[in-house]
């Protein structure tokens, strides 16, 4: 009998635990995320605009970057947008300390940490910044931003504005 009642406790449990696991944020929502997050910055820094475009909303997104500036106007971008920001750029970041989490059905928060080098063929610089994203899952059934926010993390503040900073 013993030995039944343990047999029932081991089913019952690979039963619900996995359900427990995602049920505290450890899910599917979350890795995908994570997995976009890595596409979207291994894309800015092959330069590839098209890919860039397609994880941001196509119905835009709220940004705020770390020169400084104030918020941005909600806007979406497209592939040519990313076209004209990416042209003669150079960069190589990584993300550090990536955490997400799903905080209502649909909608990820994520926050990690940018570091490398920036800018163009003539001139690299070092670059660290902390990041923070909202993420939705669209209609499409695809994650994608819907809030980027930047704070300057240090090197002494050597962030260089951009004349497309400035661009609405």
């Known amino acids: 009998m013993k ?5 029932a406790a081991l089913v019952i449990g690979a039963l619900l635990l996995p359900g427990i696991a995602r049920a505290d944020g450890h899910g599917g929502a979350e890795d995908a995320v994570a997995a976009a997050i890595g596409e979207y910055w ?3 820094n092959a330069g590839d605009h098209k890919a860039v475009a397609n994880l941001e909303s196509p119905a835009g997104i709220y940004g705020t970057n770390s020169d400084g500036s104030f918020h941005k106007p909600f806007a ?11 042209a003669g750029q150079k960069n190589n970041t990584q993300l550090f300390y990536l955490e997400v989490a799903e905080i209502a059905d649909g909608v990820v928060y994520a926050r990690y940490y940018m570091e490398g080098m920036v800018g163009d063929a003539s001139e690299q610089y070092p670059y660290r910044t902390r990041v923070t994203n909202v993420w939705t899952l669209e209609d499409d059934g695809q994650w994608r931003i819907k809030a980027m ?20």
Do not use: P, Y
């Not at 030995?3 to 047999?7: I, R, T, V």
């Open 42 to 44: 291994a894309a800015r």
């Open 3 to 7: 030995l039944f009642q343990l047999c």
């Open 76 to 86: 979406a971008s497209s592939a040519d947008d990313w076209k004209r920001n990416m």
């Open 149 to 168: 926010h930047f704070s300057g993390a240090g090197f002494g503040g050597t962030h260089r504005t951009q004349n497309t900073d400035f661009e609405d």
